[in-house]
């Protein structure tokens, strides 16, 4: 096969003709996309349940005791780094897992106040 | 003209007149649903093709800032949705030996009608490696315009050059050499 008619295939090419309804069918699917609305995040209830949490460790435990924990805690994370220990080490993931305990439950909870207000 | 209609529509689709989208689809549902046939080679599946391509140009309109002509815009980001809808679902046929086996099974290479022949190099372009079939496909598409298939590849002019030789090579040599198989076996069994 010539280069020129490789050349002449692949530059004539038949065209076709889109269905008549294509425009249409595309901008239903447009419209249904614009009106679509992303869910707010439920930012009130979020920060009245962290208030909440908030006042429930301070009743529970005495704010310095609340200071002293989360200072052990930063410096344990730090020293452990510096020089890991295994009860150092024992600690970052008590504390590790705390925080992510915390998270899913918070997520939980936002994906339930989502599901609500759909 | 038509750039500046692009344009105006694009503006009025962004300060929340949906319907101008319509004009933008009407416009170039044409080339679009053309060049998603150009890789598939199936008339249902590249209108759907196609319907993807638009509503992904409709999400990401905004990113369109006006540096490049909205033609090629636009075709790019419709590369991208092909592209990714070949991976999903690739075409039937892999191979370019296997389209010739295909083929062969019904007519011999050599004695298909002259349009049908051209229609399975058509079909073979599709079967190149992507950088490959990408290259041939828009370059022929946009009327032989390398500076506008380089920016639509979203590669140098040299490296669309590259890939357009190479792929032109390979077809080329697959189909020589498959033309003279389908001769020698011919002459063997007369």
Redesign the interface.
């Known amino acids: 096969m010539k280069p020129e008619d490789l050349e002449r295939i692949l530059f004539t090419e038949k065209q076709i003709e889109p269905s008549p309804t294509f425009c249409g069918d595309v901008m239903v699917h447009v419209q249904a996309e614009a009106s679509y609305k992303p869910i707010p995040f439920p930012w009130i209830p979020f920060a009245a349940i962290i208030l909440v949490l908030a006042i429930l460790v301070l009743w529970l435990y005495p704010a310095d005791s609340v200071l002293r924990a989360a200072n052990v805690l930063v410096y344990t994370t730090v020293n452990w780094f510096i020089a890991p220990s295994d009860i150092a080490l024992r600690n970052v993931l008590l504390a590790a897992f705390e925080s992510l305990a915390l998270t899913l439950l918070l997520v939980w909870f936002s994906l339930r106040l989502a599901g609500a207000n759909r | 003209m038509t750039a500046d209609q692009d344009r105006e529509d694009v503006h009025r689709v962004l300060e929340g007149d949906?319907?101008s989208?319509?004009n933008i689809?009407?416009r170039w549902?044409?080339p679009l649903?053309?060049l998603a046939?150009?890789f598939c080679r199936d008339?249902q599946r590249?209108?759907e093709m196609?319907?993807d391509a638009?509503?992904q140009i409709?999400?990401n309109l905004e990113k369109f800032r006006g540096e490049a002509a909205f033609s090629t815009w636009i075709f790019s980001v419709s590369l991208n949705v092909y592209r990714s809808a070949l991976r999903r679902k690739s075409l039937p046929v892999k191979s370019i030996d296997d389209l010739m086996d295909l083929a062969a099974g019904q007519i011999p290479y050599l004695q298909i009608e002259q349009q049908e022949r051209?229609e399975l190099?058509?079909q073979a372009?599709a079967l190149l490696p992507k950088r490959y079939r990408d290259a041939?496909i828009v370059f022929?598409?946009r009327?032989?315009n390398l500076t506008e298939t380089a920016a639509i590849l979203r590669v140098s002019e040299g490296t669309a050059k590259a890939w357009l030789h190479r792929g032109?090579e390979m077809?080329?040599n697959k189909?020589?050499r498959r033309?003279t198989t389908t001769a020698a076996a011919k002459e063997v069994r007369p």
């Open positions: 949906i319907s989208f319509g689809v009407r549902q044409n649903v053309n046939f150009r008339r590249s209108e196609a319907q638009f509503m409709f999400r051209d190099i058509r372009v041939i022929y598409f009327e032989m032109r077809l080329r189909l020589e033309s």
